[in-house]
Each structure stands twice: as C-alpha cells, then as structure tokens.
T-cell receptor, first 112, second 115 residues
C-alpha cells in the first residue's frame, strides 16, 4: 500500500531558527497537504498543494509540491514558541475517493 | 470557513456500553466524511469513509459491526462504538470534504476512555 516517509521524526530548535521537514512517497500523489496538530486537538490545515512544482506560502510557512509528484517539503521561517506541535504531511492520489495517506509526523519543539 | 465540530470532546464509559460521536460541518455541505483513530504519539489511521446517503466504506481490519457509521445528511455523520471495551480507548477524529475541493478539514477530536 501507499507509504509516506516523513522526516525528521523530531526537531528541537532555538527560537528564531528556520525549520525544514519533508515527505517522500513511493508513488504519485495529485495533492499534498500539510497539517499541524496541537496536543488533544484535531489537525489544522496549513497549506494545500494541487499542482506539481507549486510553491505556496502562508505567512512564515512555505511548502512545495515536488516536480515528480512524489515529494513535498515544508519550511517554517523564524520559528516562535507557538510553532510547537506535530506537523503531518498527507497525500491524495487520483481515484482514491479523496482518501488521505499520512506521514508519521514531525514533532517540533522550540526553545525560547 | 470550513469548520468541523465534534461532540462530545471527551467521554468516559463503562465496558460494554455504546458510545455515539457526532461530526458536523458547520459552514459547508460535506459530501464525504472520514473517521480516523489516533493512538498516542502516532499518526492518524483511517477507519472509514462515509458518503451522504450511502453505506460507509471501511478500511481493512476495521470491524463495521463494531464501529457503526451513519451519514444521514450533508452536515452530519455519526460514529457509534458498540459494546466498547478498554482497547477501544483512543482519540477519534473526523474530517469532512466538499468533494469538489477535496481538501479535508478536521474536527477537534473526541477522546474516548473505556473503563
């Protein structure tokens, strides 16, 4: 079945530093999504990518849909304490009924 | 826009009882809703996909008689955990999509503890 490899598994960074995380898949996706989940909450959509090569920003967040359609990255610039949480990538493939395949998540901790 | 609510946010029940969790799309019509289960420090695991007015499609290994799903309207889906046991304790999260946009918007989750 579909697998998404998300890395790194966790990061502990200094406030103000930039952060980068990525996901790769064994097959092609038509949509890549990045979510953030706080403890005890549901995931919140950060960025949605629909087109290969697409680069999209949302404030300090930037994400790209890889040209091969098998990967995506998320960058966070100038991290702040409220960036703490778990970040998940998720992919959708054509004809899969909108089902999402999730990465294992990246735990982000920020030291102020 | 694209707000999804869940009720209750947490529930504690005795073993053997049934628990119903509601998922509502508040400001859009959701042709498709999804139910996930999440264990501590793990990713989301899709349990089933539900389309309004039709039977849910369950993922492999998920017991449909154990986890009853009803999607009676374009804004409401329910998940009933029947005869709950301690191993059913988990964080249950729903999501909804309009179909045309395909992006899934998640509810805040329901934490279930079965004693």
């Amino acid at each position: 079945g579909q697998q998404l490899n998300q890395s790194p598994q966790s990061m502990f960074i200094q406030e103000g530093e930039d952060v980068s995380m990525n996901c790769t898949s064994s097959s092609i996706f038509n949509t890549w999504l990045w979510y953030k989940q706080d403890p005890g909450e549901g995931p919140v959509l950060l960025i949605a990518l629909y087109k290969a090569g697409e680069l999209t920003s949302n404030g300090r967040l930037t994400a790209q849909f890889g040209i091969t359609r098998k990967d995506s990255f998320l960058n966070i610039s100038a991290s702040i304490p409220s960036d703490v949480g778990i970040y998940f990538c998720a992919g959708q493939e054509w004809g899969a009924g909108n089902k999402l395949v999730f990465g294992a998540g990246t735990i982000l901790r920020v030291k102020s | 826009g694209a707000v999804v609510s869940q009720h209750p946010s947490w529930v504690i029940c005795k073993s053997g009882t049934s628990v119903k969790i509601e998922c509502r799309s508040l400001d859009f019509q959701a042709t498709t809703m999804f139910w996930y289960r999440q264990f501590p420090k793990q990713s989301l695991m899709l349990m089933a996909t539900s389309n309004e007015g039709s039977k849910a499609t369950y993922e492999q290994g998920v017991e449909k008689d154990k986890f009853l799903i009803n999607h009676a309207s374009l804004t409401l889906s329910t998940l009933t955990v029947t005869s709950a046991h301690p191993e059913d304790s988990s964080f249950y999260i729903c999501s909804a999509s309009t179909g045309t946009e395909e992006t899934q918007y998640f509810g805040p989750g329901t934490r279930l503890l079965v004693l």
